[in-house]
C-alpha cells in the first residue's frame, strides 16, 4: 500500500477501454478510418513490422500509436474529423460492462469527483462516455494530439505514468480514493489510490499489479 487512508481524496478514476466498454475504442477508430482508403490500408501493413512492436510496449506506445495515426490523419481537414468519428460511430457497436458502469453510475450519483481517464484521444472518449447513459458528466481525461506534416499525432498519450501528467494538467492530482482498470500500464495509476480494482473479462490478474498492490479488489466480469 502506498496511499495515506487519511490523506486520499474522495476522487475516484476509471480506465474507459476494457474497464467500462469492451475493446480497444481508438484502435477500432484508426482501424476503420485505414479501411476507408486503399491506400491508407496499404501504408498501414507496410508499417506495421516497425509500429506494431512500438505500440505493445508502454515507453513506446505514443510513437507506434503515432504512426496509424498520422497515416489515418494526413490529409484530413479539421473541419471534417467530427464527419469521420460520425461515420466511425454509425457502425460501431459499443459494448458496455455493466457492472463496472454500474459502479461508475452509483459514484456519481453520490456526488463523487469522478473521472475517466483514458488513452483514447479526448475527442474520441467524450463521443465515447456520452453513450453510456450518466446521471451526470464525469471529467473525461484523454489524449492529446498536434498537427504534424499534414496529418496527426499524439502530443501527450495518456498512458502508464504519463496518464498521471495528463490527470494533473486537467487538476487531478493524486491521491485518489479508487482507481479501476484492466491494464497493467495503469499501474501508477492503482499505487495512487487508496483503493485499486483490476477488471478482468478473461479472469486473469497481472502478477506484476498483485505484487505490488496485493490489496487489489478484482472484478471478474462477464463481457459478452
Known sequence: MTVDTAAAVETIIYDLDGTLIVGDSGYSLLRFRLRQTWWRGLLGIVVM???????????????GTSIFLWIASVGLRPETRAAIIDQFFDQYQIRRIEPIVALLRIDLAAGHKVAIATGSFQELAER???????P???IIVGSTLRPFAGGL?????ANGIRKLHRMTECGLAPPFAAAYS???????LLLAAQSAHWVTTSGRVSAQVRRQRPDLIVHAVDSN
Open 49 to 63: 513490422p516497425l509500429a506494431l512492436p512500438l505500440v505493445a510496449v508502454v515507453a513506446t506506445r505514443r510513437i
Open 128 to 134: 465515447v462516455v456520452a453513450s453510456l447513459d450518466l
Open 136 to 138: 451526470r458528466p464525469p
Open 153 to 157: 499525432i499524439t502530443l501527450l498519450h
Open 182 to 188: 484492466d491494464s497493467s500500464a495503469d499501474l501508477p
